[in-house]
């Protein structure tokens, strides 16, 4: 019998409970990450596989880099995938977003919500060779001629994108007329910024601390509602600018997958979030672990995209 066919029959074993649900850990995880290499969701994708792999929930992990309108051209693809027990897929906010500003023909709503791992802040950076020192002078040069000023970051409606547009409405500027540059994936902002491309660049703070660290970016607004423990970044409600806003990561699954199918697929996950390597990657990426799991993470995923659409509404983007 061929591996999938045997991994097939033993997942509908798994669903009738003619065996115990721990037979699908051998399986190999195929991991679909909706983006390009270098960004947060593949930083997400590839810790949680190797976690995986260190708690034996699977026996092996295969990535997918697919990347595009935040996600939409991954998530389109992962949807052919319908009723594999061994499929995951990253996602987060910002998918929400591109979603609800995209139009896309393909929603969350067609895939299983497994769980929400992270959230984290974004922070907002400037180049190391900006004539700019702070928000103050960012927003000095907004008002002044508003598409003098780049905005580099992910797709259209991630969420650096909403706070920009959020931060031009707050000091009084029509957020239609901001000039946000959106990339393919975090590798291809992080070189934008560092090359000098873009004004101010904005994304969680994990992917952009090594150049903070190394005086290559100057930080100069993070979108918490106070400043994170032990960072000197201050916030944007510090500077009379009110706006907050989180982001935050999880892992869905194919359509289809039986109930049984699906609480496998989360305790594997869980399992995963116990191990040593991804409490090291907590720490290395300044993520904050936020998990929930099965419908609860549907039922949040459901209210989050309400709020984003009413957000971004308000600050005229969609």
Request: overall charge positive; glycine content about 12%.
């Amino acid at each position: 019998m061929r591996r999938d066919q045997f991994l097939k029959s033993i997942a509908a074993l798994a669903a009738t409970g003619a065996v115990p649900l721990s037979a699908l850990a051998a399986a190999n995880v195929k991991m679909m990450i909706p983006a390009n290499p270098g960004g947060g969701w593949d930083t997400t994708g590839r810790a949680l596989g190797k976690a995986l792999q260190e708690s034996k929930a699977a026996d092996s992990v295969t990535y997918d880099n697919k990347g595009g309108a935040a996600g939409a051209l991954g998530l389109a693809q992962f949807l052919n995938q319908k009723g594999d027990p061994n499929a995951m897929m990253v996602m987060g906010a910002v998918m929400l977003g591109g979603i609800i500003t995209g139009k896309q023909p393909v929603t969350l709503t067609q895939c299983t919500p497994l769980a929400r791992l992270t959230s984290e802040y974004n922070v907002f950076v400037l180049p190391a060779n900006s004539p700019f020192k702070t928000m103050a002078d960012v927003v000095a040069q907004l008002k002044k001629d508003p598409g003098s000023v780049k905005w580099g970051g992910g797709s259209r409606g991630s969420t650096e994108h909403i706070a920009a547009a959020m931060i031009a409405r707050e000091v009084g500027v029509d957020p239609a007329k901001i000039n946000y540059v959106a990339f393919r994936g975090g590798g291809e902002a992080t070189a934008a910024i560092l090359g000098g491309n873009v004004t101010v660049g904005g994304s969680g703070l994990s992917e952009f601390q090594e150049y903070i660290d190394t005086g290559k970016m100057k930080p100069i607004a993070i979108t918490s509602a106070t400043k994170l423990k032990g960072s000197a970044i201050p916030t944007l409600k510090e500077q009379g600018i009110n706006v907050e806003i989180g982001n935050w990561r999880g892992v869905y699954g194919a359509p289809n997958i039986t109930p049984a199918q699906r609480k496998a697929l989360i305790d594997q996950i869980l399992a995963a979030l116990k191990t040593k390597s991804w409490a090291e990657s907590l720490e290395k990426n300044s993520w904050t672990p936020a998990v929930l799991t099965g419908d609860d993470f549907g039922k949040f995923v459901d209210s989050d995209f309400a709020s984003l659409r009413a957000t971004m509404v308000k600050s005229g983007m969609v």
